[in-house]
């Protein structure tokens, strides 16, 4: 059974960095693609960043690009996203999740159950 355990959240004002972090255990494939997703009050989960096994192809939705760095650590079983120039419309609830192909993530096609997330709290 794999697991996803998110840390990292917190509340910061505009304009300041946030590093979360994601550890997968369990029964996780020989090698995959794991990215970051978020979801805001009232709204549907979304894409956020993307990362392949070998860190080679990265992917990120375009509210982020320029100020989201995801990054991943395979002897961890970790990955990372460095949050910095934070705005108010980046407050949500950040998840990560896995799949075997890179394209997978973006669509949200993913392997896991999701975990409880890390909530993110930006103020104005």
């Known amino acids: 059974q794999l697991q996803l355990v998110e840390s990292g959240g917190g509340l910061v004002q505009a304009g300041g960095s946030l590093r979360l972090s994601c550890a997968a255990s369990?029964?996780?494939?020989?090698?995959?693609?794991m990215g970051w997703f978020r979801q805001a009050p009232g709204k549907e989960r979304e894409f956020v960043a993307a990362?392949?096994?070998?860190?080679?192809?990265?992917y990120y939705a375009d509210s982020v690009k320029g100020r989201f760095t995801i990054s991943r650590d395979n002897a961890k079983n970790t990955v990372y996203l460095q949050m910095n120039s934070l705005k108010p419309e980046d407050t949500a609830v950040y998840y990560c999740?896995?799949?075997?192909?890179?394209?997978?993530?973006?669509?949200?096609?993913?392997?896991?159950?999701w975990g409880q997330g890390t909530q993110v709290t930006v103020s104005s």
């Open positions: 999740n896995l799949d075997g192909e890179f394209y997978n993530i973006k669509r949200m096609r993913v392997l896991s159950p």
């Open positions: 369990g029964r996780t494939p020989s090698s995959y693609a």
């Open positions: 990362i392949s096994w070998s860190g080679g192809r990265i």
